[in-house]
């Protein structure tokens, strides 16, 4: 039977553009901070509490959405809009999938104080440098989409 997990990451960047990476004790490679989305919990407060609770790292979410300033009444409220929306299967046979959000976020303080329990190691890295990490074709892909996504808001 498939099993569908909603899962939320954060690509977090820093006032001087680098990008926040852990390298994932379980998984044994580099990727941003992030996790399974708690029961009655926003994805995107997920992937702030994620990237917290592996870092030390408040961040704040910033949207997608070109036009993220729609008025809306007290019954309804727009959501941050993630960078881009992933089905990943890391086993790779099928059954069980990660629905993975993808944010992008600002740092809004920079000292990290990793989790021992989930993080090998931790640091701030250009760009390129994330590029070259040991990590998943897909994570690349989406650290490339978050530099333009990220260099289009800071301009």
Known sequence: ??????????????DAGEILMIKHRKLGVWMPPGGHVDKNELPCEAALREIYEETGIKAKVITAATDADVPVD??????????????????????????NLNYLCIAEVTEFNPSKLEV???????????????????????????????????L
């Open 120 to 154: 090998d190691d931790i640091g701030w890295f250009e760009p390129s440098e994330a590029m070259e990490l040991d990590t998943y074709k897909f994570i690349r892909k989406s650290i490339q989409k978050a530099v333009k996504y990220h260099y289009q808001t800071v």
């Open 74 to 99: 007290f019954r309804c409220k727009e959501l941050p809009l993630p960078m881009e929306i992933l089905l990943t299967n890391f086993e790779g046979d099928g059954i069980y999938n990660c629905i």
């Open 1 to 14: 039977m498939i099993q569908n997990r909603f899962t939320a990451t954060g690509f977090v960047f820093n």
